[in-house]
């Protein structure tokens, strides 16, 4: 069974700094493209980031271009996201999510529950 | 970038009845369209892909139909389970993969 757990969330000062994890397990991690999506309060679903399954590639969003970095350790089936120079807009839950196998497709297959990210003085 | 725009807001339907949900994007994105189910507090969950592709799990009752820019998702017979909010995608141009504004299906 796939499972997606991600982790790092919390209360974060404008300006601040955090690195979300997401612990993939129940599928050969290394072979799929993998994505952040995130969540405001209230609001609708913004694709965040994706990064491919073997040759590193990274898309990311405009609004987070030169903030954010997606980057993957495929020996510990771990995804993550680092944050600098957070925003209060960056408020979200942030999900990560299962793309297909080898070549990026840009769905999400898999969501797991997601991490809160407050970003508040 | 791809607009999606997805119509009603708020669908009122009551169980047992058939639900049509709307989506159309600002451009040809062909049969690239995703539909994912959210439930409050919980993670959205793909439904339908390719257009009309249901993906596993997911009853017959959802049926995705359409290319280019318009496209509807069905779910025939309403179950209590259905209620929460429908969000289209589209994954044909990308970056950005982009998302509709969503439809909330409510009992009536």
């Known amino acids: 069974e796939v499972q997606l757990v991600e982790s790092g969330g919390g209360l974060v000062k404008p300006g601040g700094s955090l690195r979300l994890s997401c612990a993939a397990s129940?599928?050969?991690?290394?072979?799929?493209?993998m994505s952040w999506v995130r969540q405001a309060p209230g609001k609708g679903l913004e694709w965040v980031s994706t990064?491919?399954?073997?040759?590193?590639?990274?898309y990311h969003a405009d609004s987070v271009k030169g903030r954010f970095t997606i980057s993957r350790d495929n020996s510990k089936n771990t995804l993550y996201l680092q944050m600098k120079s957070l925003r209060a807009e960056d408020t979200a839950v942030y999900y990560c999510?299962?793309?297909?196998?080898?070549?990026?497709?840009?769905?999400?297959?898999?969501w797991g529950p997601g991490t809160l990210v407050t970003v508040s003085s | 970038e791809i607009v999606m725009t997805q119509s009603p807001a708020t669908l009122s339907v009551s169980p047992g009845e058939s639900a049509t949900l709307s989506c159309r994007a600002s451009?040809?994105?062909?049969?690239?369209l995703a539909w994912y189910q959210q439930k409050p507090g919980q993670a959205p969950r793909l439904l339908i892909y390719?257009?009309?592709t249901r993906a596993t799990g997911i009853p017959a009752r959802f049926s995705g139909s359409g290319s280019g820019t318009e496209f509807t998702l069905t779910i025939s017979s309403v179950q209590s389970e259905d209620f929460a909010v429908y969000y289209c995608?589209?994954?044909?141009?990308?970056?950005?993969?982009?998302f509709g504004q969503g439809t909330r299906l409510e009992i009536k």
């Open positions: 999510a299962k793309d297909s196998p080898w070549t990026l497709s840009g769905l999400c297959f898999s």
């Open positions: 129940g599928f050969t991690f290394s072979t799929y493209g």
């Open positions: 990064i491919s399954s073997n040759d590193g590639k990274t």
């Open positions: 451009q040809s994105i062909s049969s690239y």
């Open positions: 390719g257009e009309s």
């Open positions: 995608q589209q994954y044909k141009h990308w970056p950005p993969i982009t």
